[in-house]
């Protein structure tokens, strides 16, 4: 079983997938649940989301009475500065070439294929299995977003993304809010005349240092992400946009925390005489599961049956399973091992591609009644 998941997975890997450009890593994986008889379907969503693939989905009717699951993977990557050579060294796979290699979230793509391939061939009793591979989760969560989740019969279901040791399960995922500011102050010649201009970038960096950045408190962090301004040295700056987010697990923090930005954002285009447009929006709502909750004991029970005893953490990050929980769905993210994700020194070991397959296979198993 090794030998198939890594072979799949490192087939996966080795084509690039930046958002947007996922189509050749999407034939793939068409091309696989083709072989494994499946009926394969595209939506529309890709024009939709600015990609060259829509959301892939496939439905296997149940052969025993249960609850059905759903397995949900993105076959985007944060863009690699390379070309992706995985090799395996001592049990790990990482990239030669020294760029990213698409662990995440291939290395779930892989088991949940791998898993399917192995419920059909062994004609393992289930309770109906629907797989989606989405476009584009990198940037926005954006195809997972696009996608009609009416389509699913199951109202359970799993990625497999965090970079964690297995065993990890995710109880929740924070509220995230996006803000792009651009102060518009007066061009001026900075040495001739200086005192005619107004500087955005002054402005902008007077409202950036009252933002409290970084780990704001147990639930919250802030973080201003680019910055670009001015047209030249010698000309003191008319414009400056940045662009900043928020995230709590605690949505009225969260709501507390944007004002606060405003307000200084306000102040500081006050005080160095600009004006400033601000724009905020929801990036995605946050959730939180109990121990209690069906999928989770479910998770528990599979993770069990394979060796491992649960461990429950809260994630600084969102998934495709923000996107499923915010419509009514109960969908939990599984740690799957992967290390150093989005940085050359990515990788996974061969052992934890493996364990992941078995983790699908036992929560199958698990959800037969």
Same mark, same amino acid.
């Given at each position: 079983m090794?030998?198939?998941?890594?072979?799949?997975?490192?087939?996966?890997?080795?084509?690039?997938?930046?958002?947007?450009?996922?189509?050749?890593?999407?034939?793939?994986?068409?091309?696989?649940m083709?072989?494994?008889?499946?009926?394969?379907?595209?939506?529309?969503?890709?024009?939709?989301?600015?990609?060259?693939?829509?959301?892939?989905?496939?439905?296997?009717?149940?052969?025993?009475?249960?609850?059905?699951?759903?397995?949900?993977?993105?076959?985007?990557?944060?863009?690699?500065?390379?070309?992706?050579?995985?090799?395996?060294?001592?049990?790990?796979?990482?990239?030669?070439a020294?760029?990213?290699?698409?662990?995440?979230?291939?290395? #779930?793509?892989?088991?949940?294929?791998?898993?399917?391939?192995?419920?059909?061939?062994?004609?393992?009793?289930?309770?109906?299995?629907?797989?989606l591979?989405?476009?584009?989760?990198?940037?926005?969560?954006?195809?997972?977003?696009?996608?009609?989740?009416?389509?699913?019969?199951?109202?359970?279901?799993?990625?497999?993304?965090?970079?964690?040791?297995?065993?990890?399960?995710?109880?929740?995922?924070?509220?995230?809010q996006?803000?792009?500011?651009?102060?518009?102050?007066?061009?001026?010649h900075? !040495?001739m005349?200086?005192?005619?201009g107004?500087s955005?970038?002054?402005?902008?960096?007077?409202?950036?240092s009252?933002?409290?950045?970084?780990?704001?408190d147990?639930?919250?962090?802030?973080?201003?992400?680019?910055?670009? !301004?001015?047209?030249?040295?010698?000309?003191?700056?008319?414009?400056?946009?940045?662009?900043?987010?928020?995230?709590?697990?605690?949505?009225?923090?969260?709501?507390?925390?944007?004002?606060?930005?405003q307000?200084?954002?306000?102040?500081?285009?006050?005080?160095?005489?600009?004006?400033?447009?601000?724009?905020?929006?929801?990036s995605?709502?946050?959730?939180?599961?109990?121990?209690?909750?069906?999928?989770?004991?479910?998770?528990?029970? #599979?993770?069990?049956?394979?060796?491992?005893?649960?461990?429950?953490?809260?994630?600084?990050?969102?998934?495709?399973?923000?996107?499923?929980?915010?419509?009514?769905?109960?969908?939990?993210?599984l740690?799957?091992?992967m290390?150093?994700?989005?940085?050359?020194?990515?990788?996974i070991?061969?052992?934890?591609?493996?364990?992941?397959?078995?983790?699908?296979?036992?929560?199958?198993?698990?959800?037969?009644?």
């Amino acid at each position: 079983m090794a030998a198939e998941v890594l072979d799949l997975f490192c087939e996966l890997a080795a084509i690039q997938s930046p958002p947007g450009d996922e189509r050749a890593v999407a034939d793939v994986v068409t091309r696989y649940m083709l072989d494994c008889g499946l009926t394969v379907d595209e939506d529309d969503a890709g024009p939709r989301v600015g990609s060259n693939m829509g959301n892939l989905y496939a439905r296997i009717e149940p052969t025993a009475e249960g609850e059905p699951l759903f397995f949900c993977a993105h076959l985007d990557t944060v863009p690699p500065t390379a070309a992706i050579e995985p090799v395996v060294e001592d049990g790990i796979v990482r990239n030669a070439a020294g760029t990213i290699l698409g662990a995440d979230n291939k290395s #779930a793509v892989a088991a949940m294929l791998e898993g399917t391939r192995r419920v059909l061939a062994e004609g393992r009793p289930h309770p109906g299995i629907e797989l989606l591979f989405t476009p584009k989760e990198e940037v926005g969560l954006n195809g997972a977003y696009a996608f009609d989740h009416t389509r699913l019969r199951a109202r359970m279901g799993y990625v497999y993304d965090q970079a964690a040791p297995i065993g990890t399960v995710i109880l929740g995922a924070p509220f995230s809010q996006a803000i792009q500011v651009t102060f518009h102050g007066r061009a001026a010649h900075s !040495g001739m005349h200086p005192e005619d201009g107004r500087s955005a970038i002054a402005a902008a960096s007077r409202a950036i240092s009252e933002f409290r950045l970084g780990r704001v408190d147990e639930f919250s962090t802030a973080n201003v992400g680019t910055i670009t !301004g001015g047209t030249a040295g010698n000309i003191v700056p008319e414009w400056c946009t940045f662009e900043a987010e928020a995230r709590s697990h605690d949505e009225r923090r969260l709501a507390d925390l944007i004002q606060e930005m405003q307000d200084a954002i306000t102040f500081a285009a006050g005080v160095a005489e600009c004006d400033v447009e601000t724009t905020s929006r929801k990036s995605y709502r946050g959730y939180r599961f109990a121990k209690s909750d069906r999928a989770v004991v479910l998770a528990a029970e #599979a993770l069990g049956r394979c060796g491992y005893e649960p461990v429950y953490e809260l994630s600084g990050g969102a998934a495709d399973a923000n996107v499923f929980n915010e419509r009514g769905l109960e969908c939990v993210n599984l740690a799957n091992g992967m290390t150093d994700i989005h940085t050359p020194n990515e990788h996974i070991a061969v052992a934890d591609l493996e364990a992941m397959v078995d983790v699908t296979l036992a929560l199958v198993d698990a959800a037969v009644t």
